[in-house]
């Protein structure tokens, strides 16, 4: 056994060896090709340096050949107006030695006369003995001294050092999550960074093996970005940031874990009226609903209630763990969520269609009375809209309502402090508080929705607003209003 142990140790190792050869046989293949690479891509950055120190070259060029052209255009028509000049006075040189010949006092005055006119108009005495231009092109020339100096300075791009995450200045808020980071030092060359997240259960660094994939979001010019419109199904999320230059990327940096809890939940189909149809997140009043399960049972329901419909099937994996609860009847057109709410601060909103006949929204206790309806039992706490004939909206708990004077928003946000007793509902556009109730919790709360002609969206897996923290505060801070509806 020994001996049998021994050989298939050496075996094992041999192929981890065999296994590591072909490996090192590929990584030098990579190695040669990656140098290659290299060198093409070297070779194209000097070809691209080329060009443009010949574009340069041929600009600079023409703009000395354009200067050449204007000095010499103004020094010939220079010399054009002194050949002409010269001309004319070397004509009147001539007549002027002529003159002398003259011997006729008269004549040679009036000669004298017209000579002496001529002069003083003559374009000779006008013109400037002085080149307009010189014939100096310094100007025109460059010093790459300075350059040289840059280019023989030119290394292969470093490696970006890996960015550090500054915990204290990310926040996680607003179902949004805002991280930011910084460079250890400073690197003009980052040309973007890169950001990788991924959700998990699990406090501290990330694991190794079941967890989920990072989500990666790409260059990223700033040292900051805003995860937003994230579903908190999960306890925590992993982030880390990476530096890229034009070349390569450098290291991650260390992950960090950020809490990222929030309230989860699925509603109940196995709870619902048999009038209802219900979905993961979604509830719809259907009046077929009774006369679809008469057809089915045909005339052992004739002169029967709805109250004896049999089971539904459901999307939630929990609800279908805990089934058995008896079905609302009647006109409690009820659904409960599938997860209790025993601790701690939580949220959810509601959105109701727009041709919405009624409905309410509220927890209550569990397993209420199939005939039970929402803040109609000292068990139950919720608001009520009413929008057949006239709107209606009003808070209730245990038979008793309180008319709410306040325009019915589109979003409802619930909002339930189990452990400080407080269970408030928001305006959840504004965060405007529409209702607080205070009680005494003594046993796990279920959210519950009642429905008649039209439908509910329940979103979850929401943290709470910020706003909404706020308001607590300052309600809290201020003693808060105390409902007449509470126990």
């Not at 002496?116 to 100007?139: C, G, I, Q, Y």
């Amino acid at each position: 056994e020994t001996l049998q142990r021994i050989v298939s140790t050496l075996v094992n190792k041999n192929d981890e060896i065999h296994n590591f050869i072909d490996m090192l046989h590929h990584t030098i293949s990579n190695v040669q090709v990656n140098s290659s690479n290299a060198i093409s891509e070297l070779d194209e950055e000097f070809d691209g340096l080329y060009s443009v120190l010949h574009e340069m070259k041929g600009s600079m060029a023409n703009t000395i050949q354009q200067e050449e052209a204007r000095k010499i255009q103004a020094l010939q028509d220079q010399l054009s107006q002194c050949s002409r000049a010269l001309e004319s006075s070397e004509e009147l040189l001539e007549l002027a030695v002529q003159s002398l010949d003259i011997k006729n006092p008269v004549e040679l005055l009036e000669a004298a006369r017209q000579i002496k006119d001529s002069v003083t108009v003559a374009s000779a005495f006008r013109l400037s003995l002085k080149p307009k231009v010189s014939d100096s092109m310094t100007h025109m020339m460059v010093d790459f001294a300075l350059e040289k100096r840059m280019l023989q300075a030119v290394k292969f791009l470093p490696v970006p050092k890996a960015p550090e995450i500054d915990v204290a200045a990310c926040l996680v808020a607003d179902n949004c999550i805002t991280i930011s980071w910084r460079m250890p030092e400073e690197d003009s060359r980052i040309d973007h960074f890169v950001l990788e997240y991924r959700k998990t259960n699990f406090d501290g660094l990330p694991r190794l093996k079941g967890e989920q994939r990072w989500e990666l979001v790409d260059y990223i010019k700033a040292t900051q970005y805003t995860l937003s419109g994230l579903k908190f199904d999960t306890k925590y999320m992993n982030l880390r940031v990476q530096a890229c230059n034009k070349a390569v990327a450098g290291e991650y940096s260390d992950p960090v874990t950020l809490e990222t809890k929030a309230f989860l939940f699925s509603l109940d189909s196995t709870s619902s009226h048999l009038n209802l149809k219900v979905e993961d997140t979604y509830v719809e009043w259907d009046p077929t609903g009774g006369k679809g399960q008469e057809k089915i049972k045909g005339k052992e329901n004739k002169n029967r209630s709805n109250t004896a419909s049999p089971k539904r099937s459901t999307n939630s994996p929990r609800a279908s763990a805990r089934g058995g609860r008896d079905r609302f009847a009647g006109e409690s057109y009820t659904v409960l969520g599938d997860t209790a709410i025993e601790s701690g601060q939580h949220y959810w909103e509601v959105r109701a269609q727009k041709d919405c006949k009624s409905y309410s929204v509220g927890v209550t206790y569990r397993n209420p009375g199939k005939f039970d309806q929402l803040g109609k039992t000292n068990s139950s706490w919720c608001i009520h809209i009413n929008n057949w004939l006239q709107t209606t909206f009003s808070a209730k708990h245990n038979n008793k309502a309180k008319t709410l004077d306040m325009p019915v928003p589109d979003r409802i946000g619930v909002y339930c402090d189990f452990d400080g007793g407080q269970l408030s509902f928001y305006n959840a556009s504004s965060k405007a508080l529409l209702h607080t109730f205070r009680a005494k919790f003594t046993q796990p709360l279920l959210p519950g929705f009642m429905i008649w002609c039209g439908g509910l969206t329940v979103s979850t897996g929401l943290q709470v607003p910020s706003a909404v923290k706020t308001l607590q505060k300052s309600e809290n801070g201020l003693g808060g209003s105390t409902s007449s509806l509470n126990n």
